[in-house]
């Protein structure tokens, strides 16, 4: 299963110190969910991070590019 998130700044100044985060929530009480979040600027892949998110819990990533 594939999901795209599209950038949530909608500051017009480069210069705003904006941080960005995604969580993954896993509601399964019994199947651990494997996930590869990919991330992208103008094309091109920035970095990756993979992880299994054990049943009823949640996993928070903050990339650092």
Not at 2 to 31: M, R
Not at 42 to 65: L, M, R
Request: net charge negative; glycine share 4%; proline share 6%.
């Amino acid at each position: 299963m594939t999901f795209y998130f599209a950038q949530g700044d909608t500051t017009q100044s480069s210069s705003a110190n904006v941080h960005e985060f995604i969580t993954i929530l896993n509601p399964s009480s019994t199947t651990t969910a494997h996930v590869t979040a990919t991330y992208y600027s103008n094309g091109q892949v920035k970095g990756t991070a993979t992880v299994d998110v054990p049943p009823t819990t949640s996993w928070h990533n903050e990339p650092q590019f």
